[in-house]
T-cell receptor
Framework: GENVEQHPSTLSVQEGDSAVIKCTYS??????FPWYKQELGKRPQLIID?????GEKKDQRIAVTLNKTAKHFSLHITETQPEDSAVYFC???????????FGTGTKLQVIP | NAGVTQTPKFQVLKTGQSMTLQCAQD?????MSWYRQDPGMGLRLIHY???????DQGEVPNGYNVSRSTTEDFPLRLLSAAPSQTSVYFC????????????FGDGTRLSIL
């Protein structure tokens, strides 16, 4: 089955700096890669996603890049703010697009 | 729309007891799934369904049963609770099969003593 690895597990940045979280996947048939943000005690919520026919996608301060050849994708947050502090999960869809496999999460702390 | 509704929010069980975690969505989504979230292990797929009457196993299905008699409801049953099932459980739904954004419920925090 699919295996998704996520790094780093924790990340501290100063407010205003950029943060980068990286994920690798194993199933070359995976074609959908969402990112979720989970604040403490709350539900995961989608922040951005990318499909395998696109190399990069941006939404204001958030961007995701995908390298299908290397089977890795990354989340980039620019001009970080304290409210960006949360756990971020990457995911990949495989198994005929029926199973979603999550990474183990990155706890991002933005220091004011 | 209420989105994805999970009940209960908290539950404490004794080892060996059984219970059902409820999940309902009002978005007419075909795909529904159950995850458990444990510290340091992310979200692990327990069972999923691609439509009414169709269910399949995920990564960690042992000790859990599901059914999907309607599009709206996808209950998760713990047959004989064990301390290893202490976790936070999330139900999620998406418009179609897994290559669409998932909408999560608020979660059920379950403790097995």
């Amino acid at each position: 089955g699919e295996n998704v690895e996520q790094h780093p597990s924790t990340l501290s940045v100063q407010e205003g700096d950029s943060a980068v979280i990286k994920c690798t996947y194993s199933d070359s048939a995976s074609n959908y890669f969402p990112w979720y943000k989970q604040e403490l005690g709350k539900r995961p919520q989608l922040i951005i996603d990318i499909r395998s026919n696109v190399g990069e996608k941006k939404d204001q301060r958030i961007a995701v890049t995908l390298n299908k050849t290397a089977k890795h994708f990354s989340l980039h947050i620019t001009e970080t703010q304290p409210e960006d502090s949360a756990v971020y999960f990457c995911a990949a869809t495989s198994g005929g697009y029926q199973k979603v496999t999550f990474g183990t999460g990155t706890k991002l702390q933005v220091i004011p | 729309n209420a989105g994805v509704t999970q009940t209960p929010k908290f539950q404490v069980l004794k080892t060996g007891q059984s219970m059902t975690l409820q999940c309902a969505q009002d978005m007419n989504h075909e795909y529904m799934s159950w995850y458990r979230q444990d510290p340091g292990m992310g979200l692990r797929l327990i069972h999923y369904s691609v439509g009414a009457g169709i269910t399949d196993q995920g990564e960690v299905p042992n000790g859990y049963n599901v059914s999907r008699s309607t599009t709206e409801d996808f209950p998760l049953r713990l047959l004989s609770a064990a301390p290893s099932q202490t976790s936070v459980y999330f139900c999620a739904s998406s418009l179609a099969v897994g290559n669409q954004p998932q909408h999560f419920g608020d979660g059920t925090r379950l403790s097995i003593l």
